[in-house]
């Protein structure tokens, strides 16, 4: 080839190359900016509510739209338990699994087409394992159709002040239009709490018992935070880490709800934030509830709702060893010491029983005792001098217990 030739393809090729390389790297900026839009970052919303009142207590972002992700699932059981009231819905019936269920990604029960679960088992698999196609059996038994059944949630949303949510399935997998806010989550689980007390207490299930196997709860917070007694986690990648969470403490119960957190871990420990600087809040002066009295048990509960852990444990009016200086009752038996508040009356009798045997010799002359308050079993021992009933509390809550001494009437 002629020398002019060869240096005329040399700058052919070379012009060709350097095109080619502007063409790749010219929209590398604009592709970044069109990435970035269609995958935003999560919201960053909490608020603190006052179950009893309803005020907020704090608040940020409260009313931003984001993605309820699994604690759709809240509103799922809100309107299976009012189904129960209505008996509509029996906790024992067995519901049809559909193959657009049993499609469900997971978290799931990995439920086979035809098979079948009943409406509590189904009502555990969404408070443990948050199980995405259990949600879809229940809403289609409820509304016929998933469809069908994101309307009426969404319908029930707004009857009970959810003014900005809307709902387009049962999970609470991704739908980019299936939206809510902090305020909207708390104000749901504010209902469940107060209308639903006879179901609130599935919320406080950390397992059950699934064709052989345990299955575990994703709520991590439950264990390690006293008082807390529920109620839903919730993750999908557009709306970050969830949690909706209640609490008791001296008879004061709070409502926190965190979305959008970076990890479990991280959205665990605002919300324990939260309920901290809540709880060391003073509280207005207010007419105290009226007292239910106490009603021995004599049968057990056939539901699984009541065969669960320990609820709380409350705040003694007046310590044994402190009653007679500062006036209060005599220090004069008998006493009794409380263990705890238990969904069931055997949950109960067996918190008892087992507190008197770790006690040993401390409680020697006492009796296991189960009383009923409300909607609780309480756990006691009865038949203390004031004295031992102190030294039991405070070796049991040496040991990590929960305890508190009560003057026999």
């Not at 063409?23 to 960053?44: E, I, M, N």
């Not at 399935?169 to 504010?190: E, F, H, K, V």
């Not at 308050?373 to 030294?391: M, P």
Request: glycine share 8%; net charge positive.
């Amino acid at each position: 080839m002629h020398p002019l030739a060869r240096v005329s393809t040399l700058l052919l090729s070379l012009t060709a190359l350097t095109v080619l390389v502007a063409v790749l790297l010219t929209p590398l900026p604009a592709l970044a900016k069109r990435s970035a839009k269609k995958t935003p970052l999560p919201v960053a919303a909490e608020i603190l509510m006052d179950a009893g009142s309803g005020t907020v207590l704090q608040g940020r972002n409260a009313d931003t739209l984001t993605y309820p992700a699994s604690l759709t699932k809240m509103m799922t059981l809100m309107l299976t338990f009012e189904a129960l009231e209505r008996g509509t819905l029996r906790l024992d019936q067995s519901l049809v699994v559909s193959q657009h269920a049993a499609s469900m990604p997971p978290s799931r029960l990995w439920l086979a087409p035809g098979s079948t679960i009943t409406v509590e088992q189904a009502i555990l698999a969404l408070v443990t394992r948050s199980a995405n196609d259990v949600a879809v059996v229940l809403g289609e038994a409820l509304g016929g159709s998933e469809t069908a059944f994101a309307a009426k949630m969404t319908a029930r949303a707004r009857a009970i002040g959810m003014r900005r949510t809307v709902f387009r399935n049962a999970s609470g997998l991704p739908d980019r239009l299936q939206r809510t806010t902090a305020r909207d989550m708390a104000i749901l689980s504010r209902a469940l709490i107060r209308g639903h007390a006879r179901h609130y207490a599935y919320f406080q299930r950390r397992s059950f018992d699934w064709q052989g196997d345990t299955v575990y709860g994703h709520n991590r917070l439950m264990a390690r935070y006293p008082g807390m007694d529920g109620i839903k986690t919730g993750y999908i990648a557009a709306s970050g880490f969830n949690l909706a969470a209640s609490a008791v403490r001296d008879g004061r119960r709070l409502i926190a709800v965190v979305m959008g957190g970076h990890s479990a871990n991280s959205r665990d420990d605002r919300v324990a934030d939260l309920l901290d600087a809540g709880f060391k809040r003073p509280t207005s002066p207010a007419r105290p509830a009226p007292v239910q009295p106490d009603l021995l048990i004599t049968k057990n509960s056939a539901s699984i709702a009541q065969r669960s852990t320990a609820v709380s444990v409350g705040a003694p009016a007046v310590k044994p060893s402190a009653a007679k200086s500062t006036g209060g009752p005599s220090t004069d038996g008998p006493w009794s010491i409380q263990v705890g508040a238990f969904a069931s009356h055997a949950a109960a009798q067996s918190s008892a029983r087992a507190t008197a045997k770790r006690l040993g010799a401390l409680a020697a002359g006492t009796s296991p005792a189960v009383v009923r308050s409300g909607g609780l079993y309480k756990a006691r021992l009865t038949g203390f001098a004031a004295t031992k009933a102190d030294a039991a509390c405070t070796a049991l809550k040496t040991a990590g217990k929960g305890c508190f001494a009560l003057q026999d009437q």
